[in-house]
C-alpha cells in the first residue's frame, strides 16, 4: 500500500476526484488568459510613473502646488492620504522625496503635490526653484498606510494637522466633500503664522458648504488683534472645538514636534493608541536630539562604509546612510523614507548604527540585522550588503 492510499479513505475524497475529473473535461483553459493577471498588477502597481508638470501653483510665500499628468495618460488609483515618491538629478546626486498626494482620488486625469520649502532643504528648494511646466519628473505609484479605513476607523474623523502636513488631509476632505460621502471630519490645522496656512480659502469654503466637514484654524506666533485660536493643539483646545470625543478616530500629520506634542495631548484626553493614526514625515531635523543618541558623538564625524563586492564610501553620522550612499552614487531602492516601509531594507555585516525610536524596525530585522538606510546612522566603520 502507497503511503497516499489512507487519503482515499478520507471523507470527500471520492466527490474531489470527481471534481476534477469534470475540470480536465469541460473547464476553460486558463492558460489562454496566461499574463492577464501581471498586466492588471502593472497597471494597478507600475514600477515607475513618468509624470509632466502641468501647472504650478502659488499656495502660500513658501508652498507650491505642482499639477501631475500622466506621459502615457494613465495614472493609477490611489486612496486618499497615499504619497508618490519623486526621483530627481540635482547636481549630479540621484535621491527622491515622498510627497503626499493632495488632490482628490475621485478624479484620475492628475495628482497635485504640494511642496513646501524647507530651509537648505536639497529636493524641495529643487521642486519648488528650479522644476519648470513641461517637465517630465519621474515617481514611484502611489504608496502608504496613512488612509481611512471603512472596517476600524469609524465614520467620525478628527485630523490633526501641522503646516506641509496638511497635504494628506485635503486630499480626504476633497474626496468626502466632492463625493458627499457620509462621514464626518473635523480639521484641526496648526500652523506658526497667517500667511503660511496652506488652502486657507478652500478650507473655509468647504466647511461652510458641506455639514460634516468643520476646520478650525490656530496659530502660534498670531498678528496683532487676531481674533482665532492661538497657540498650540492641547487638550483643552481639542475640548473646546470637539466636545464630546467619544468614538471619535484621530488622525496626525505634520513636522515631529507637532505629533510628539499631540500624542501627549490625546493621552490626556484618554484617547486609546489604536484611535491614533500618524504619518511619519522623514527624518528627524538633528539626529542628535533623538533619545539614545550616543553621548559625545557629533553628527560631523565622518565613519567608512565598506560596500560589500563595491566600494569604500565616506558616512556622516548626522546623515541618513541614504543621503551617503546616494551622494556617492549609489542609488537605493526607496519609498516612504522615513523608516516605514521596508522597502531600503540592508544587511548590516559589521558595525553599528543609529535608529531613532520612532522607526519601528521588524523583530525579523533586528534579529537577522538588517537596517533601513533612510533613517539608520552609522555611529561606527560599517560594512553593508546592498
Ligand atoms: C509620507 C510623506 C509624505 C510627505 N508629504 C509631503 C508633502 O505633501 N509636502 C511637503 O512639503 N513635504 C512632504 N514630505 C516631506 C518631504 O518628503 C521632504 O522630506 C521635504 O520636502 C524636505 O526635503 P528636502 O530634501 O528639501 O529637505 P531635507 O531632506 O531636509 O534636505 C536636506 C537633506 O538633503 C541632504 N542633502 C543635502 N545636500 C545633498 C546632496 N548634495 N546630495 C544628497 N543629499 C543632500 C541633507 O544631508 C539632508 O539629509 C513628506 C514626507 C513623507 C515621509
Not at 267 to 275: F, N, P, S, V
Not at 297 to 321: M, Q, W, Y
Request: aromatic share 10%.
Amino acid at each position: 500500500m502507497s503511503s497516499m492510499d489512507f487519503v482515499k479513505d478520507m471523507d470527500g475524497y471520492k466527490e474531489i476526484e470527481n471534481d476534477i475529473k469534470v475540470l480536465r473535461k469541460y473547464a476553460r483553459d486558463y492558460s489562454a488568459m496566461r499574463g492577464n493577471v501581471k498586466s492588471i498588477i502593472d497597471m494597478l502597481h507600475p514600477y515607475r510613473l513618468h509624470l509632466r508638470v502641468s501647472e504650478i501653483r502659488e499656495e502660500t510665500p513658501s508652498t507650491k502646488t505642482l499639477r501631475l499628468v500622466s506621459v502615457n495618460n494613465y495614472l493609477p488609483p490611489f486612496q486618499a492620504g497615499q504619497y508618490i515618491n519623486v526621483f530627481v538629478d540635482i547636481t549630479g546626486v540621484r535621491t527622491s522625496r515622498p510627497y503626499s498626494i493632495s488632490s482628490s482620488p475621485a478624479q484620475r486625469g492628475y495628482y497635485d503635490i504640494t511642496v513646501r520649502k524647507v530651509e537648505d532643504g536639497f529636493v524641495s528648494n529643487y521642486l519648488l526653484e528650479e522644476v519648470k511646466v513641461g517637465q517630465v519628473l519621474e515617481s514611484t505609484a502611489p504608496a502608504g498606510n496613512f488612509y481611512y479605513n471603512p472596517l476600524f476607523h469609524g465614520n467620525d474623523l478628527v485630523f490633526l494637522a501641522g503646516g506641509s502636513g496638511i497635504t494628506p488631509f485635503m486630499s480626504m476632505i476633497r474626496e468626502v466633500t466632492d463625493r458627499d460621502i457620509d462621514r464626518k471630519i473635523h480639521l484641526v490645522y496648526g500652523s506658526q503664522f497667517e500667511d503660511d496656512v496652506i488652502f486657507q480659502d478652500e478650507l473655509e469654503d468647504r466647511s461652510r458648504r458641506h455639514e460634516n466637514f468643520s476646520y478650525n484654524l490656530v496659530l502660534s506666533s498670531p498678528p496683532d488683534g487676531y481674533k482665532g485660536l492661538k497657540g498650540f493643539i492641547t487638550e483643552g483646545l481639542l475640548k473646546q472645538v470637539l466636545g464630546d470625543i467619544k468614538n471619535k478616530m484621530f488622525y496626525i500629520c505634520g513636522p515631529k514636534p507637532m505629533y510628539t506634542f499631540c500624542m501627549a495631548e490625546l493621552e490626556k484626553l484618554g484617547i486609546e493608541a489604536r484611535k491614533i493614526r500618524l504619518e511619519i514625515s522623514g527624518p528627524p531635523k538633528d539626529i542628535t536630539a533623538e533619545p539614545g543618541w550616543p553621548r559625545g558623538l557629533d553628527a560631523s564625524t565622518v565613519f567608512k562604509v565598506k560596500i560589500r563586492n563595491g566600494k569604500t564610501i565616506n558616512a556622516k553620522a548626522g546623515e541618513p546612510l541614504m543621503v551617503s550612499l546616494e551622494r556617492a552614487g549609489i542609488v537605493v531602492e526607496a519609498m516612504c523614507r522615513s523608516g516605514e516601509c521596508s522597502m531600503c531594507r540592508t544587511k548590516l555585516l559589521d558595525g553599528k548604527v543609529f535608529h531613532p525610536q520612532a522607526v519601528k524596525l521588524r523583530k525579523s530585522d533586528r534579529d537577522f540585522g538588517y537596517i533601513h538606510p533612510c533613517v539608520a546612522y552609522p555611529i561606527q566603520d560599517l560594512e553593508i550588503m546592498l
